[in-house]
């Protein structure tokens, strides 16, 4: 079975510091992995994605993907209270190109 | 560019009944990729379609069927409703069937009384 983990949370940083959000997957051939932040009621939105390994930075984001432990992770940086949401990772493995989800992580960032 | 637009945003059925759900793709996109969202769950993948065709369907039964139009937009149909199906469905599109990222509408929120 194809899986993508992520630790539930909820991870509480402060306002100011880099929050660390980890994804483990488990398919070998999966290729592109995405970062969605997910505020409650409404849909997922695109925040990173990356398909090669090493660091992918966009602002206050960092991806980082490292294929052969099978983890992508994103950092947050200078967190603010509006990054509070759930933070979804996906992976799109397979033929037929559909995303595997986690289901993602409660971060909130207090002032 | 216009992004991902669903409808209708919010509906109550009830147990027995059909639905139709409605997606138009982003500009430029020409695969759609409807998911189910349950509360407190991560989207699950119901079915995608490219160029009008289905291109891979997740584990749900044969009453939740779709189709794509020539201008790409999309219909997710449910029949025979269940209380389980009362759930966030989302739409995303994207460029092409590689790799490249989906994007999202608001998604409708289907309740089953």
């Known amino acids: 079975q194809k899986e993508v983990e992520q630790n539930s949370g909820p991870l509480s940083v402060p306002e100011g510091a880099i929050a660390s959000l980890n994804c483990t997957y488990s398919?070998?051939?999966?290729?592109?992995f995405f970062w969605y932040r997910q505020y409650s009621g409404k849909s997922p939105e695109l925040i990173m994605f990356?398909?090669s390994n090493g660091d992918k930075e966009d602002g206050r984001f960092t991806a980082q993907l490292n294929k052969a432990s099978q983890y992508v992770s994103l950092l947050i940086r200078d967190s603010q209270p509006s990054d509070s949401a759930t933070y979804l990772c996906?992976?799109?493995?397979?033929?037929?190109?559909?995303?595997?989800w986690g289901l993602g992580t409660s971060l909130a960032v207090n002032p | 560019e216009t992004g991902v637009t669903q409808s209708p945003t919010h509906l109550i059925k009830t147990r027995g009944q059909q639905v139709t759900l409605r997606c138009s793709s982003q500009?430029?996109?020409?695969?759609v990729s409807w998911y189910q969202q349950a509360l407190g769950q991560g989207p699950q993948f119901i079915f995608q379609?490219?160029?009008?065709?289905?291109?891979g369907r997740g584990n749900f039964p044969p009453r939740f069927s779709g189709l794509q139009f020539p201008n790409y937009s999309s219909e997710l149909n449910v029949n025979a409703l269940e209380l389980d199906d009362s759930a966030l469905y989302l739409c995303?599109?994207?460029?092409?069937?590689?790799?490249?990222?989906?994007?999202f509408g608001d998604g409708t929120r289907l309740s089953i009384l």
């Open positions: 398919d070998r051939g999966s290729q592109s």
């Open positions: 990356i398909y």
């Open positions: 500009s430029g996109h020409n695969t």
């Open positions: 995303a599109s994207s460029r092409d069937r590689s790799y490249q990222p989906q994007h």
């Open positions: 996906a992976v799109n493995a397979g033929n037929n190109r559909k995303l595997i």
């Open positions: 379609y490219y160029r009008e065709e289905e291109n």
